[in-house]
């Protein structure tokens, strides 16, 4: 299974607007654009299928994980809303895990932000990675015997 997580890309940053739903700036979307297609030659070269994206309920999330959709060529409809993947939500790794752990997917993205991400890249391979803005990383996980590598790092700039 090919696990990809990838951090939201550039956002608006307005003190008026709460932040969950603050969107992205113009270069954030640029950027979800750009990720989408390294994401796509990424997983082509890896043999993977991606066929699920999760995201964080934050505007930002959502946006970056529709983009993406959209370059990798996936309905609309296989971007799914996952509430653990918001900042700041007890237990959210942990619920993370095991919605992915429980996928029969062969290929999913999860969009959320750098804090949880990191700790979901320890859980799932060992290695503790903090993703900057619409940067990503693969995961080669074994569903059989639960052991998983990092197998890239991959920046929206990768592929320009």
């Known amino acids: 299974m090919l696990i990809i997580l990838a951090r939201h890309a550039d956002r608006e940053e307005l003190p008026t607007v709460p932040e969950q739903e ?17 994401l796509s030659r990424r997983a082509g070269l890896h043999g993977a299928e991606i066929s699920l994206i999760l995201t964080s ?29 918001a900042p700041d939500v007890e237990g959210s790794v942990d619920a993370t895990v095991q919605v992915i752990t429980a996928s029969n997917e062969r290929g999913i993205i999860v969009v959320g932000h750098g804090p949880d991400l990191a700790e979901l890249a320890k859980r799932l391979c060992g290695q503790a ?27 929206y700039k990768d592929y320009l």
């Not at 603050?22 to 390294?38: C, Y």
């Open 57 to 85: 309920p934050y505007l930002r999330a959502v946006q970056t994980a529709q983009l993406m959709t959209q370059e990798l060529g996936l309905p609309p409809e296989s971007v799914q809303t996952l509430q653990a993947l």
């Open 129 to 155: 990675v903090e993703l900057k803005k619409a940067h990503s990383l693969g995961i080669d996980r074994d569903p059989i015997r639960g052991i998983g590598r990092l197998v890239w790092l991959v920046s």
């Open 22 to 38: 603050q969107v992205l700036t113009e270069k954030g979307i640029e950027q979800a654009v750009q990720l989408g297609q390294a």
